[in-house]
């Protein structure tokens, strides 16, 4: 398994940012995807979660209405497209993958054990 995710960068209180995760190794349809972050000297949190199985996602409260995830299995990628960004949103972002279906337990890191490198978000203000 092997995950890749990029897309990070640096943008304005306000501005938009997509994320890509580009899977290999695995037959991506069988897995869901999770999005996590980790800002410094904070433990890492649930962000996102796309299940295949049914293809419902969940959100964080705190990116309700501003964050989209989505998966497209031809390419092997999963996005996070982050709107209306902030401050609080700056950390490193990751990507992990799990091929049980978990509903909203897809928000918990410690669920997942395949995880890509991660890419820095860093919003200013």
């Known amino acids: 398994v092997q995950l890749v995710e990029s897309g990070g960068g640096l943008v304005q209180a306000g501005g938009s940012l997509r994320l890509s995760c580009t899977a290999s190794g695995f037959t991506f349809d069988d897995y869901s995807v999770g999005w996590f972050r980790q800002a410094p000297g904070k433990e890492r949190e649930g962000v996102s979660y796309?299940?295949?199985?049914?293809?419902?996602?969940y959100y964080a409260d705190s990116v309700k209405g501003r964050f989209t995830i989505s998966s497209d299995n031809a390419k092997n990628t999963a996005y996070l497209e982050m709107n209306s960004l902030k401050p609080e949103d700056t950390a490193v972002y990751y990507c992990?993958?799990?091929?049980?279906?978990?509903?909203?337990?897809?928000?918990?890191?410690?669920?997942?054990?395949?995880w890509g490198q991660g890419t820095q978000v860093t919003v200013s203000s």
């Open positions: 992990a993958v799990n091929p049980t279906p978990l509903g909203v337990l897809g928000l918990i890191p410690g669920l997942f054990e395949d």
């Open positions: 796309f299940s295949q199985t049914d293809r419902r996602t």
